[in-house]
């Protein structure tokens, strides 16, 4: 079955680095992306990932995949207020345009 | 380019009564989708469609149905709501290209009394 989960919650200081953690079932997954929430906004594509790939980074951020495990992480490098939103992961699979997201990490950032 | 808009961005429904949810995009996108967000659940695919007059069932496709008769207008239809269908709907739109990236709208907050 699809089942994509991350933990519900995350604080941090502003400047340090954030890691945010997904895990996934399937093995199909072709992509797996990292979108983000601000209050009251729809989501934002952060970034994407193709399964065959281990790592990307994008300024700030940098994704790890690791299949064997199927786990997904997103680090946010110097992590400031703005960064303060939701996060979710999600993942789709050959055959199907509609993604599977998982329930979401909020993410607060100290000042 | 005004991106994917919805409308209404707040509406308030008492238990039977029906409604549209309009969801627009103006990138020439072939797949839109309808989603739900419920706190603690993430977002819960509804219906979607891969282009202009076609529709499939997502996740959770009881108590919706929708149309996709213009290729930019995709619309959610409650004919009788009800309580559980307080949520905030989100409409996305892809195109066919790799990747597959979803564009959302900003929303409708729903509330079924």
């Known amino acids: 079955g699809e089942d994509v989960e991350q933990s519900l919650f995350l604080s941090v200081r502003e400047g340090d680095s954030s890691v945010i953690n997904c895990t996934y079932t399937?093995?199909?997954?072709?992509?797996l992306y990292w979108y983000k929430q601000e209050p009251g906004a729809g989501l934002q594509l952060l970034t994407y990932i193709f399964s065959n790939m281990d790592m990307k980074q994008d300024q700030r951020l940098t994704v790890l995949l690791n299949k064997k495990d199927k786990h997904l992480s997103l680090r946010i490098a110097d992590t400031q207020t703005g960064d303060s939103a939701i996060y979710f992961c999600a993942e789709s699979m050959t055959g199907r345009r509609a993604l599977t997201f998982g329930s979401g990490t909020r993410l607060q950032v100290q000042p | 380019n005004a991106g994917v808009t919805q409308t209404p961005k707040f509406r308030v429904l008492k238990t039977g009564q029906s409604m549209t949810l309009l969801c627009a995009q103006d990138?020439?996108?072939?797949?839109m989708y309808w989603y739900r967000q419920d706190p603690g659940m993430g977002l819960r695919l509804i219906h979607y469609?891969?282009?202009?007059?076609?529709?499939a069932k997502g996740e959770v496709p009881d108590g919706y149905n929708v149309s996709r008769l213009k290729k930019q207008n995709f619309l959610l239809g409650l004919e009788s709501a009800a309580p559980s269908q307080t949520s905030v709907y989100f409409c996305?739109?892809?195109?066919?290209?790799?990747?597959?990236?979803?564009?959302f709208g900003p929303g409708t907050r729903l509330t079924v009394l």
């Open positions: 990138m020439n996108h072939e797949y």
């Open positions: 469609s891969v282009g202009e007059g076609t529709t």
């Open positions: 399937d093995s199909s997954s072709t992509y």
């Open positions: 996305a739109s892809s195109s066919q290209g790799v990747g597959n990236e979803q564009f």
